[in-house]
């Protein structure tokens, strides 16, 4: 469920029909409802209540500061995987103790700044890494507190961009060798090992292989016991899908009682970074129609946003609902269109051969599902500056990133003396 819906003949969020923010604010923009932020979050917390938790909200989803602080204030925490996360999540306001630091490529500016801070911990990807981490701690005279991450080599069955826990992933260490890693990690004399973290992929639709992954790291995590390396916190990802068309992924509380009857008696805290299933479906693109146009096979309908607004139509060929604004355009007779934006590239469609009712110049259309891996994923490709993001909280519109102008694009660039 969320807040998105049509009421007295237009599409609303919770309580602000969209047309009047585009109206205020103009087209394209994000638009995220507080409401349905607040309760996925609660949903997805509350679900795992029985067992002893942190939930390390996955930014890199939605890394908006407001988006960040209103997770701060549930009492989330955050997955960071580079150090502009962790500028972003500290200014949020998220308590230190709750970041943990995921990534395979953390620069050692990266790893003092996140020592300096003190978060909770690194997912440790390579014993190359480990070196990294080691050293930069002995330097600062202090210990760093690490998690492994292990590559349970599980097929999460989702699109092979967005999978992570294959052997031919770049992610984590082989479970073949990880008691030896955990071993060697143990034996640094600047780390503390904590956790062990695995996470195999994204937008999953079925509990089985987060099961079949736990299972194979809890073998590890009684290993590692058995040869004094007890893990305190064991981090099992984030990963759990939505609905964009017609999934029908496991809810939070399918997941926890899968995995329950697994950890109950375990001595740990659970971790979990779950991102799209919290921000997903809290989020639309709002965008309009500029023209219609008969090509030679197909008819298109040119929008204002575009593939540099939101790449997952073109770059995994993600299905995101579009939805007329206006409920009487909604019911009009259906044709098979592409919706397609300014940018100067086949590629750039938000959908293809898409049965849509007729649409004309100047009729609004929100891009569903767009909360999660929309903005964040966006750029300033073909000189178009960046949208704004929105939050409808209590019948409020409140602007939580302003258009960018074209000075901001522009911004840092210079004009060598030699050029002038
Ligand atoms: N933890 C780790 C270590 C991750 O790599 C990810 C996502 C998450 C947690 C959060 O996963 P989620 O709960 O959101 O599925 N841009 C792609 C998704 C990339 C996901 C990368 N890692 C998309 O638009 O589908």
Redesign the pocket.
């Known amino acids: 469920m969320n807040d998105f819906q049509y009421r007295e003949g237009e599409l609303y969020c919770e309580d602000v029909p969209l047309s009047r923010i585009a109206k205020e604010v103009g087209t394209p923009c994000y638009v995220y409802s507080h409401h349905t932020l607040v309760r996925h979050f609660r949903v997805y917390d509350s679900a795992f209540q029985n067992i002893p938790h942190i939930v390390a909200f996955?930014m890199?989803?939605n890394s908006n500061l407001a988006v960040l602080r209103m997770m701060a204030k549930e009492g989330s925490g955050v997955?960071i995987?580079s150090g502009g996360e962790l500028f972003r999540a500290l200014k949020a306001g998220v308590p230190p103790g709750k970041i943990v630091f995921?990534?395979v490529g953390k620069k050692p500016e990266e790893i003092r700044d996140a020592l300096k801070a003190d978060i909770l911990m690194f997912?440790v990807e390579s014993s190359a890494e480990l070196q990294a981490i080691n050293d930069v701690a002995a330097s600062m005279g202090v210990k760093a507190r690490v998690a492994l991450?292990i590559n349970p080599d599980i097929d999460p069955k989702t699109?092979p961009?967005?999978s992570?826990g294959l052997k031919k992933s770049k992610?984590g260490i082989a479970a073949d060798r990880a008691i030896e890693e955990f071993k060697a990690a143990a034996a640094f004399s600047h780390i503390e090992v904590v956790g062990l973290?695995a996470?195999i992929?994204?937008?999953?639709t079925q509990v089985a292989p987060f099961v079949e992954s736990l299972k194979k790291v809890l073998t590890m995590v009684q290993t590692l016991a058995e040869q004094g390396i007890p893990i305190r916190y064991l981090n099992i990802?984030?990963?759990?899908?939505i609905t964009y068309s017609d999934e029908t992924p496991p809810e939070p509380k399918d997941l926890a009682a899968a995995i329950f009857p697994l950890v109950r008696d375990l001595k740990c805290v659970l971790i979990m970074?779950?991102?799209?299933?919290?921000v997903?479906n809290a989020g639309v693109l709002l965008t309009k129609v500029l023209y219609t146009k008969d090509g030679e096979t197909k008819r298109f309908l040119i929008v204002d946003a575009a593939m540099n607004d939101l790449?997952?139509p073109s770059?995994?060929d993600?299905h995101h609902d579009i939805k007329p604004v206006y409920e009487n355009v909604a019911r009009g007779a259906k044709e098979t269109v592409d919706v397609v934006g300014p940018v100067c590239e086949s590629g750039d469609f938000l959908a293809k051969d898409r049965a849509m009712p007729e649409m004309n110049a100047g009729d609004l259309m929100a891009v569903m599902s767009a909360g999660?891996?929309g903005f964040v994923?966006s750029s300033n490709y073909n000189s178009r500056p960046r949208v704004p993001e929105v939050l409808v909280h209590e019948g409020q519109i409140h602007v939580i990133r302003a258009r960018e102008s074209y000075d901001d694009l522009v911004h840092g660039e210079q004009i060598p003396a030699f050029l002038s």
């Open positions: 996955a890199k989803a997955d995987v995921a990534g997912n991450r699109h961009y967005i992570t992610f973290h996470h992929g994204s937008q999953l990802g984030g990963g759990l899908g970074e779950p991102g799209r299933v919290i997903g790449i997952r770059l995994y993600a999660a891996y994923m």
